[in-house]
């Protein structure tokens, strides 16, 4: 069965340092690994996605992810954040059950910048 | 602009009584989905369908109702015997497979009970 699990529930960082949002994920079949961002009282919007090629995927706000199949991670990284990157992170993975395509999530992590 | 539309935005909901949220997309999406989201839960699928006319529950459909007449419309019912109900409700859509779109995601409805 597929499932992710995100390491880290919450992650304070301070403006312009580096950042990294871990994901594991356990799947026996292909995988197609996704990053969502959510900003307060909105919905999710897609970051990036993993599907096949190359394993460092770039993504839309300078955040990039790096598909590590043995050691079955996608974690999510940024050189430098802004205050503006503060929001809740969903790491996710494709399922597919009785032909029908759904995504499972991870539990989230909120990422709060400190100037 | 194509978009998913959800409203209302905040609902409030008395003991014992079903409230519906609305679910519309003009993208001419077939799949459609119904996310329930709890602080430090992440996001958990209620109910889902491929097709109009057809549904299947997710894994927490217990208290929820839906029904799927129209390609565009997905609303969800929550029923009272959902007994704990507070909640952020998410309703996304997608073409046909998700190898070649994202999972587009309306901007919720905050579900309370009075």
């Known amino acids: 069965a597929q499932s992710v699990t995100q390491l880290d529930s919450q992650v304070p960082v301070f403006e312009e340092a580096p950042v990294e949002l871990r994901c594991n994920y356990s799947?026996?079949?292909?995988?197609?690994l996704f990053w969502y961002v959510q900003y307060p009282n909105q919905g999710l919007q897609l970051l990036l996605k993993?599907?096949?090629?190359?394993?460092l995927v770039k993504g839309i706000n300078g955040f990039e992810a790096e598909f590590n199949k043995s050691q079955t991670s996608f974690h999510l990284r940024k050189p430098s954040v802004h205050i503006s990157d503060t929001a809740e992170y969903f790491c996710?993975?494709?399922?597919?059950?009785?032909?029908?395509?759904?995504?499972?999530f991870g539990q989230g992590t909120r990422l709060t910048i400190n100037p | 602009d194509g978009g998913i539309t959800q409203s209302p935005k905040y609902l409030f909901r008395k003991e014992g009584q079903n409230v519906t949220l609305s679910c519309e997309q003009n993208?001419?999406?077939?799949?459609m989905y119904w996310y329930r989201q709890d602080p430090g839960q992440g996001l958990r699928l209620i109910y889902y369908?491929?097709?109009?006319?057809?549904?299947q529950k997710g894994d927490i459909a217990e208290g929820y109702s839906v029904s799927r007449e129209k390609k565009e419309s997905f609303p969800l019912t929550v029923t009272s015997a959902q007994k704990n109900p507070t909640a952020f409700y998410l309703c996304?859509?997608?073409?046909?497979?998700?190898?070649?779109?994202?999972?587009?995601f309306g901007s919720g409805t905050q579900l309370s009970v009075l």
């Open positions: 996710a993975v494709r399922k597919v059950d009785q032909g029908a395509q759904k995504l499972v």
């Open positions: 799947s026996s079949v292909s995988v197609y």
């Open positions: 993993y599907l096949s090629g190359s394993t």
């Open positions: 993208l001419n999406h077939d799949a």
């Open positions: 369908s491929q097709i109009v006319n057809d549904f």
């Open positions: 996304a859509s997608i073409s046909t497979t998700l190898t070649r779109e994202k999972l587009f």
